[in-house]
């Protein structure tokens, strides 16, 4: 060392060469170290939730808990098993063992899917499809924003819903961006309120409404066109998605003509009630995004492509809702309160309160 040290000393051009590649490898090192606020965590835990309409705790408990359970435990990688069977759905919470590393998690997570679809089969009719919830776990989000209801009165949810769902493919579709999580999203539904006494009156009952509705509602595919060069699937126009469509489906034939459902009912579209989770946002009915960006990105430079589309969603045409930036941990904290610096829209932080998991989709 000490000679290496007096070639140096003694040969400036040498000693300069060696400079200019220590502060390169720095600055190339540099560039190219990724930097995040947190680090990631090998997410170990998964969720099952299935939805039994009408079933009491000891029916979940005995024809879905018990099979789920028993098809869970065949992955070996499976440490315990927690359920909960409660009135109308199930829960099954997954622990993996220690040694499942990022490397092999989501193989994991597929053979449990795996194993879900087959317990599918054997469990009884009318009970939902096990959803697997993999996203739940310790999750660190490097961009947290928040859409709002900014008016008076009533929020209206549907307007929430479509831009807060609008931005977040917005942020999907960023280089760099691997998760983007909605919290506190609504789900709307057709709603018919059936007047009983007219019902009553065709010799109907709810149960033949329902069977109406679901053989008018037209999904899987009518045929198929084959030919030479291409092979189409062909779909009856006819799928339940509008009020006015629900509203003509016919029941019965009177001696004045069908008795359709718009005639013994009021049919409108609306929020799902109860919601599945609620978020606010400053005391105000919120949609919350999560976003986290890819490992091996710069923070800092995500987060500034990110801030655009949320700038521009807020700054857009007309009466909208509020949408402020609530964590932006790429930002520089507040020299005198120690807090992340938020961006100038923000208002304050968010609390969430969610309720009971609910999977069936709308009509």
Known sequence: MTALASRLLHNPHLLLLTLALVLLAGV?????????????????????ITVVPGATAERVEALVTKKL??????????????STSSGGVSIVNIELDDTVTVADNERIFAELRDQLAAAEARLPAGAGRPVLDTKRGAVAYSLIVSVHWDGTGEP??????????GLAERLRNLPGTEQVVRFGAVDEEVRIDVDPAELAALGLTIDDVAARLAGADAKDPAG??????????LTVDGELDAVQRVAAVPLVTAADGLVAVGDIATVSRGVR????????ADGRRAILLGIRPREAVHLDAW????????????????RRPGVAVVLDPSRPPNAAT??????????????????????????
């Open 28 to 48: 190339s090192a540099w560039q190219s170290l990724p930097r995040i606020e947190d680090p990631r965590i090998t997410t170990r835990n998964a969720t099952v």
């Open 69 to 82: 359970e028993d098809a869970l435990r065949e992955v070996a990688e499976v440490k315990t098993l927690e």
């Open 156 to 165: 209206s949810l549907g307007i929430l819903e479509r831009l807060s769902d």
């Open 224 to 233: 198929a066109l084959n030919s030479d060069a291409q092979r189409l699937r």
């Open 273 to 280: 009630e109860p919601p599945a989770e609620i978020a606010w």
């Open 303 to 318: 987060a500034e492509s990110a801030r655009p589309p949320v700038d521009e969603t807020a700054a857009g045409p007309g």
């Open 338 to 363: 120690g807090r992340h610096r938020r961006h100038p829209t923000a208002r304050a932080p968010t609390r969430k309160a969610a309720g009971p998991p609910h999977t069936a989709p709308p009509p």
